[in-house]
């Protein structure tokens, strides 16, 4: 009987070619591992019920991803430790899970990897290599902050070592998604208990911190940095008047990163810039959960950096309605990038403007947070700065939050500065 977690799924299109009838079709290292466990914890029908529920996922890579982060180690926990059938699972289990989640084993911990499985052949991949398990994989995995990485760059340091903490979105993430497997389960006809939705405290895993978007947002002065380093850049070497359109086109109009590289069903272009019979601008997007929306377009953006950047590429300074051409090209002109691509052009960016800050004489205290930002703090940057001239609902429905309450407790912090203004001038000595 196994006594180690392994991976049992794999990457998000090689599912899709599994045999969903059959385990004919899986790795024989996740067959060999299944069929080792006593026959009863019925790993097998523990994996096909799992299996099946991120079937039922598997139209979106992230969902998949993230789903089958928490299923996997449900079902690992229940044949290692629960040592009992995925399926009989009740609710001291789903909180003894949970817990376990908290702080689990130090052998179950380990540093982030790219491959699950690590393939055995030649240069070339044939259908005929084989497979084994990445020794390096864990259920769980420790990441160090940005700003502690940069900081140990920057010093010449070793990085330091950090406990395993799983953030309190993680733990409420754990609890739905185990939750939602077993109502799939209980729909299915596999089971008729949903140990999770049977759990007593359940706000003690559905808590969720509220952002503190100022921790993840550029100040006034930083923001004039990165805007300005681009531009140098630009300025230096015409292949990053790409990289100026991309900081420009993420800040003015607080995309996230599927919007500017584009979605399975959508791959955005020059022609979803479009102007109405007012003259205003708008840009089209698909964003989460495949909702078209529409947000506004400042002029100062059109007429500095849209204009300019399609000039670079001998296009007509505006966009034409049906035009196709890719919003972002590489540098040979195929239409898009990757997600990561476009994240190490703007990490450039920040090293540069973190460099030119330091040069300057600029304290730590006013340069720290470049050392953290990473390209969704546009968006948080941009709003930040527009939600004081802008009405919550205009500005809601360009970041496109489902709730105006999520805006408002966001990015309208007025309720706080009344609050601290409230105790500044009371002393401690009376």
């Excluded at 523990?46 to 890579?61: D, H, Q, V």
């Excluded at 550029?218 to 015409?238: C, K, N, R, Y």
């Excluded at 019979?277 to 997007?285: E, I, K, P, Q, R």
Aim: aromatic fraction near 10%.
């Amino acid at each position: 009987m196994p006594l180690q977690p392994q991976p049992l799924f794999e990457t998000f299109e090689r599912f899709h070619e599994l045999n969903f009838l059959q385990l004919n079709a899986e790795l024989p290292v996740v067959r060999d591992y299944l069929h080792d466990f006593a026959e009863d914890c019925r790993a097998v029908e523990g994996y096909f019920a799992i299996r099946g529920f991120l079937k039922s996922y598997a139209g979106n890579e992230a969902t998949y991803s993230s789903y089958r982060t928490h299923v996997e180690r449900l079902l690992l926990w229940a044949l290692l430790i629960a040592r009992k059938p995925l399926l009989d699972l009740r609710r001291k289990d789903a909180e003894a899970f949970m817990e376990f989640c908290l702080n689990p084993p130090a052998e179950w911990i380990g540093p982030v990897i790219k491959s699950r499985f690590v393939r055995v052949g030649g240069r070339k991949k044939l259908e005929s290599d084989s497979y084994v398990v990445n020794p390096d994989w864990r259920p769980f995995s420790t990441t160090l902050a940005k700003r502690e990485r940069k900081l140990a760059a920057e010093t010449l340091s070793e990085l330091p070592e950090r406990p395993y903490r799983m953030s309190q979105g993680s733990v409420a993430q754990v609890f739905a998604v185990c939750g939602s497997f077993f109502q799939h389960a209980m729909d299915e006809g596999l089971t008729e208990v949903n140990p999770f939705r049977a759990v007593k405290q359940k706000s003690i895993y559905k808590q969720r911190n509220t952002l503190d978007v100022a921790s993840r947002s550029l100040t006034q002065l930083q923001w004039s940095f990165v805007i300005e380093t681009a531009e140098q850049m630009a300025a230096e070497d015409p292949q990053h008047e790409r990289t100026l359109f991309i900081v420009a086109t993420l800040f003015s109009m607080y995309l996230r990163i599927s919007d500017l590289v584009g979605r399975d069903n959508w791959e955005p272009t020059m022609g979803d810039f479009r102007r109405d019979s007012t003259g205003n601008w708008w840009f089209h997007v698909v964003g989460k959960g495949n909702k078209a929306a529409k947000i506004s377009v400042r002029d100062d953006y059109v007429q500095d950096y849209l204009v300019r950047y399609r000039r670079h590429l001998q296009l007509p300074p505006l966009p034409s309605p049906q035009e196709k051409t890719a919003l972002i090209t590489t540098l040979k002109g195929r239409a898009g990038l990757s997600d990561r691509h476009v994240r190490l052009l703007l990490q450039q960016v920040f090293d540069r403007s973190l460099k030119r800050m330091a040069d300057e004489g600029w304290s730590d205290d006013e340069i720290d947070q470049l050392r953290s930002a990473s390209l969704h703090w546009l968006r948080h940057t941009a709003a930040t700065f527009d939600a004081p001239h802008r009405d919550m609902k205009d500005l809601q429905a360009d970041l496109r939050h489902n709730s105006l309450s999520t805006t408002q407790n966001t990015y309208y912090n007025s309720l706080d500065e009344q609050r601290a203004h409230s105790i500044k001038g009371l002393k401690v000595k009376r």
